[in-house]
């Protein structure tokens, strides 16, 4: 089975962590979207799990820079939104077994 871009880059985004939650950004809901354009320029639409998230740059950067280094990837735009607000029910089952939030 082929590898696409669009996984290659899910599986980047899961090595970005909330330094506040200790799970991935994919895990815990915060990609909303992913947008392969046709010359693989990529925009990313995530959120955060607070409005006053004191590593929003961090986590920002981190995004940016790991999936710019995806092989194929021409350029990366992230932009967050708090529509629709980030609340817990958006985490994947997975990631709410490991916090012991079920």
Do not use: M, Y
């Given at each position: 089975m082929e590898?696409?871009?669009?996984?290659?880059?899910?599986?980047t985004l899961r090595t970005v962590y909330d330094p506040e939650i200790p799970v991935n950004i994919m895990e815990l809901g915060l990609v909303y979207k992913i947008d392969i354009?046709?010359?693989?320029a990529v925009q990313i639409t995530m959120?955060?799990?607070?409005?006053?998230?004191?590593?929003?740059g961090d986590?920002?950067?981190?995004?940016?820079?790991?999936v710019k280094a995806?092989?194929?990837?021409?350029?990366?735009?992230?932009?967050?939104?708090?529509?629709p607000q980030w609340t817990r029910e958006m985490m994947s089952?997975?990631?709410?077994?490991?916090?012991?939030?079920?």
């Open positions: 590898v696409t871009l669009r996984d290659q880059i899910e599986d354009k046709d010359n693989n959120t955060l799990t607070a409005p006053a998230c004191p590593v929003a986590i920002v950067l981190e995004v940016e820079t790991k995806v092989e194929g990837v021409s350029d990366v735009h992230v932009h967050i939104t708090f529509d089952e997975e990631a709410k077994l490991e916090l012991g939030w079920l």
